[in-house]
């Protein structure tokens, strides 16, 4: 599998931070959103690239809560926060051989890991 290539994807997981988070809020997890996923090493490039991105703000945003609402749930956003994880994806990035098509592939993967946040967040309320 290609995300087994980048350094310990199996600590970048954070599907049950986020589910976490939602119970405590008394929300469902959304539905799945399809994503433009070939599963080859630029797929895989792309997509954590949008998420492994995600923890840049994290800290920023975790400063807020809890000065604004604080208890408010926050596993999501302090996933990871011990471990170097942004680091150590972009030595990964840094260390491979992309061709152009492959950062075609990647920007294309990005972009649609985007649109699903995009979906995920409009439901309605």
Same mark, same amino acid.
């Given at each position: 599998? #290609? #995300?087994? $290539?980048? =350094?310990?994807?199996?600590? &970048?997981?954070?599907?049950?931070?986020? @589910?976490?988070? !939602? &119970? !405590?809020?008394? &929300?469902?997890?959304?539905?799945?959103?399809?994503?433009?996923?070939?599963?080859?090493?630029?797929?895989?490039?792309? #997509? !954590?690239?949008? *998420? /492994?991105?995600? &923890?840049?703000?994290?800290?920023? $945003?975790?400063?807020?809560?809890?000065?604004?609402? =604080?208890? +408010? =749930?926050?596993?999501? $956003?302090?996933?990871?926060?011990?471990?170097? *994880?942004?680091? %150590?994806?972009?030595?990964? !990035?840094?260390? /491979?051989?992309?061709? =152009? /098509?492959? +950062?075609?592939?990647?920007?294309?993967?990005? @972009? %649609?890991?985007?649109? @699903?946040? *995009?979906? #995920?967040?409009?439901?309605?309320?």
């Amino acid at each position: 599998m #290609a #995300a087994d $290539l980048v =350094p310990d994807i199996s600590r &970048r997981w954070r599907e049950e931070a986020l @589910a976490g988070d !939602l &119970r !405590l809020l008394s &929300r469902e997890v959304p539905p799945g959103v399809g994503i433009a996923y070939a599963g080859d090493a630029a797929s895989v490039a792309g #997509a !954590l690239y949008v *998420l /492994e991105g995600s &923890r840049l703000g994290s800290k920023v $945003l975790l400063r807020h809560l809890e000065t604004c609402l =604080p208890g +408010l =749930p926050s596993q999501f $956003l302090s996933h990871g926060m011990d471990r170097p *994880l942004w680091q %150590s994806f972009v030595g990964w !990035l840094n260390s /491979e051989k992309w061709t =152009p /098509e492959d +950062l075609a592939v990647m920007r294309g993967s990005a @972009a %649609s890991v985007f649109r @699903a946040y *995009l979906s #995920a967040c409009d439901d309605g309320d």
